[in-house]
Nanobody, 115 residues
């Protein structure tokens, strides 16, 4: 059974940094894209960043220049480096991995940006 486990969330001051990690356990057939999404209180889930198996990346306009997504294919792991964090980045962050047959989601990790 495949499980995605996110880690690295927490409380950080505005302007600070965090690094999120999402590791997949179990076997996923032909992993393609990996990504991070977030959901703030009272809002819908939104895309933050994606990375293909060829390491082509895509970012939401709101995080361009501040966040960096990367992946380790050998470890089935995806990362999100978040810098210059703002209060509006506060949300539950979810990782997503697209396999050949289906997409997998983690349970989320909370990021709170506050002084």
């Amino acid at each position: 059974q495949v499980q995605l486990v996110e880690s690295g969330g927490g409380l950080v001051q505005p302007g600070g940094s965090l690094r999120l990690t999402c590791a997949a356990s179990g076997s996923i057939f032909k992993i393609n894209a990996m990504g991070w999404y977030r959901q703030a209180p009272g809002k819908e889930r939104e895309l933050v960043a994606t990375i293909t198996k060829d390491r082509n990346t895509n970012y939401a306009d709101s995080v361009k220049g501040r966040f960096t997504i990367s992946r380790d294919n050998a470890k089935n792991t995806v990362y999100l480096e978040m810098n210059s964090l703002k209060p509006e980045d506060t949300a539950v962050y979810y990782c997503q991995i697209s396999g050949f047959y289906m997409d997998y989601w983690g349970k989320g990790t909370l990021v709170t940006v506050s002084s």
